[in-house]
């Protein structure tokens, strides 16, 4: 029965994972578009775990008792908050590199742009004076993150798991 459970759950965790794929598209949302902080979380976070529920809820899961239930229910929730925690990392890493390289790009073109005294420099200073004040494009999509976060524990709350544990 252990290689049958693991079986359903790696199952049922990758078709959680499918919802995960928009993921990506955060960076796009923000990255140079001067949106505003986000204040909600995406629209795709309440169908992480629809797979879970929907099997959960099934009339033939009703017939496993209500402690094996619960077990597939946290092993299903462990692998896909495992893998939404490392592609969250990795997308964070990835924007604070481009960021990085951004504004290294930036900072040489400005001071090219300052030696050479031929007028071009007026754009590299007018968006160094821009982002003075305002949120980064980092920023937004961190705040987007964890919004999502937050939501994704409430999904998992109304499951019966505790996010914080």
Known sequence: MP????????AVVERCLEALKQ???????????????????????PG???PLRAFVGAE????????????LTLAVSDGVSARYG???????????????SL???????AGKAGA?????GGTGAG???????KVSDTDKICKQLHLDVCEYGAQLAKLGVDPGG
């Open 127 to 133: 968006k160094e004076g821009d982002s003075g004040g």
């Open 86 to 100: 490392d592609m969250a990392a990795e997308l964070v890493t990835t924007v604070r590199k481009t960021e990085a």
């Open 23 to 45: 993921l990506k598209g955060i960076t796009a949302t923000f990255r140079m578009t001067n949106k505003p902080l986000p204040t909600r979380h995406s629209h795709f976070v």
């Open 116 to 120: 050479g005294g031929n007028g071009g």
């Open 103 to 109: 504004n290294r790009l930036k900072d040489r073109k």
């Open 48 to 50: 992480i775990l629809a």
């Open 3 to 10: 290689r049958l459970t693991a079986a359903l759950v790696a």
């Open 60 to 71: 033939r899961a009703k017939a496993l008792t209500a402690t094996s239930r619960l077990e």
